[in-house]
């Protein structure tokens, strides 16, 4: 019996077991999703070669699983997006941001316990060389320390090319599948062209 396809499926298995996502005092959350996709339906389409309209649906939607699961496994945002990471009580001066790199903070809050919130000066924080970490001028204490931030290599044409071809491939694998086990693994030529834009914390 065939299993119905779930595009979705392999981004929400590898997102239930990320440990940047929910950790046991730290919490981050997308505010805002990417507008555009990394590749276009014509160019998936192209890729496919498929030159009528009656899957735009199901092609598009494998296009958004397909850069879904690709940042998860870059640990990286593609498209220009933003992030909030959530501390309770405090961080340490140097705090390392999440699915970078990292364009701008947006704001550094501090959380008190009846609700109320300080802002933290932008002059007391900068982001450092590798757009990867928040730089503290000290230690920040309250109930809860949320950090916003603007994370993603910026427009579609601005993402490295490897990357893209990789989506497409992906694109492509779970096309060919669909229908038989719904399976939306990487591929191993897939992983090899992500493989030297993947985020390494040392």
């Known amino acids: 019996m065939n ?29 805002t999703a990417p507008s555009t996709e990394p590749v276009t339906l014509a160019e998936a389409k192209l890729y496919l070669r498929v030159d ?20 998860n496994w870059l640990k990286r945002s593609l498209i220009t997006q933003s992030w909030k990471l959530a501390f309770d009580n405090a961080v ?21 316990q009846d609700g109320s919130t300080t802002t933290v000066d932008p002059s007391q924080y ?9 730089v503290l001028n000290s230690t920040l ?13 910026g427009v579609a044409e601005a993402v490295p090319k490897p990357i893209k071809q990789g989506i497409l491939g992906h694109i492509a694998a779970m096309y060919d599948s669909r ?13 090899a062209l992500y493989a030297p834009y993947r985020e390494v914390v040392l």
Do not use: C
Request: aromatic content about 8%; hydrophobic content about 45%.
């Open 126 to 134: 900068w982001l450092n060389a590798a757009q990867n970490a928040l």
């Open 52 to 71: 009528n309209t009656n899957e735009d649906t199901l092609i598009t939607d494998l296009i958004t699983a397909a850069r879904m699961v690709a940042e």
């Open 141 to 153: 204490t309250g109930f809860r320390i949320e950090m916003s931030y603007n994370a993603g290599y």
């Open 179 to 191: 229908g038989n086990d719904g399976d939306s693994r990487i591929p191993e030529q897939v992983a």
């Open 3 to 31: 299993v119905p396809f779930n595009p979705y499926f392999a981004f929400d298995s590898l997102l239930s077991r990320d440990p940047l996502r929910i950790t046991r005092n730290r919490l981050l959350s997308r505010i």
């Open 92 to 112: 340490a001066s140097s705090v390392y941001l999440p699915m970078g790199p990292v364009n701008s903070v947006i704001s550094v809050i501090i959380v008190n």
